[in-house]
T-cell receptor, first 117, second 115 residues
Framework: AQSVTQPDIHITVSEGASLELRCNYS??????LFWYVQSPGQGLQLLLK??????LVQGIKGFEAEFKRSQSSFNLRKPSVHWSDAAEYFC???????????????FGKGTHLIIQP | AAGVIQSPRHLIKEKRETATLKCYPI?????VYWYQQGPGQDPQFLIS???????DKGSIPDRFSAQQFSDYHSELNMSSLELGDSALYFC??????????????FGPGTRLTVL
């Protein structure tokens, strides 16, 4: 079965510092990978996605992610974080259920990002 | 831009009661997905619909059912509610073939509390 691992439950960075959130996936075929952000009590907002092509993808809010097949990773990066980036970040993979069709996402457990002043 | 609308935003029910959650997808989106997110947990896929037909099922309990209507809105019906059903229920919608590459846009969620 497909799975997503986010090794870091919590990460604390100083405002203005760079950020990297790790995501590893287990998937037999070409994965469809996503990063979502969730503020407390809010819905999930799509940051970026990877389907194919250029392995470095740009997203909203200055985020980017790099797909590395050899490492089964899809890490999220931002060169300089802002206090408003404090939130829960979820990596997800599109999972194929039997019969095809509209595939539900499989999420990692999430990484809680804390920004220090 | 219009987003996914979910109603109600908050719902409190007693054990063994029933609940109905509604989802209105982004205009022209033809695919709806339902997810359940327990406290401190990641969202778990429940079920999806494409063009008003059930498409895929995830970890949806037998006590739950859902459907998509002719106007593409969807309803999640939950019966014999249990304490463990307390969670945030997300609906997402997408436009396309109903496949893996469709980007899912999430609604704000319905917070269900079962007492």
């Amino acid at each position: 079965a497909q799975s997503v691992t986010q090794p870091d439950i919590h990460i604390t960075v100083s405002e203005g510092a760079s950020l990297e959130l790790r995501c590893n996936y287990s998937y037999g075929a070409t994965p469809y990978l996503f990063w979502y952000v969730q503020s407390p009590g809010q819905g999930l907002q799509l940051l970026l996605k990877y389907f194919s092509g250029d392995t470095l993808v740009q997203g909203i809010k200055g985020f980017e992610a790099e797909f590395k097949r050899s490492q089964s990773s899809f890490n999220l990066r931002k060169p300089s974080v802002h206090w408003s980036d404090a939130a829960e970040y979820f990596c997800a993979v599109a999972q194929l259920y039997s019969g095809g069709g509209a595939d539900g996402l499989t999420f990692g457990k999430g990484t809680h990002l804390i920004i220090q002043p | 831009a219009a987003g996914v609308i979910q109603s109600p935003r908050h719902l409190i029910k007693e054990k063994r009661e029933t609940a109905t959650l509604k989802c209105y997808p982004i205009p022209r989106h033809d695919t709806v997905y339902w997810y359940q997110q327990g406290p401190g947990q990641d969202p778990q896929f429940l079920i999806s619909f494409y063009e008003k037909m059930q498409s895929d099922k995830g970890s949806i309990p037998d006590r739950f059912s859902a459907q998509q209507f002719s106007d593409y809105h969807s309803e999640l019906n939950m019966s014999s509610l249990e304490l463990g059903d307390s969670a945030l229920y997300f609906c997402a919608s997408s436009l396309g073939t109903g496949g893996s590459t469709d980007t899912q846009y999430f609604g704000p969620g319905t917070r269900l509390t079962v007492l």
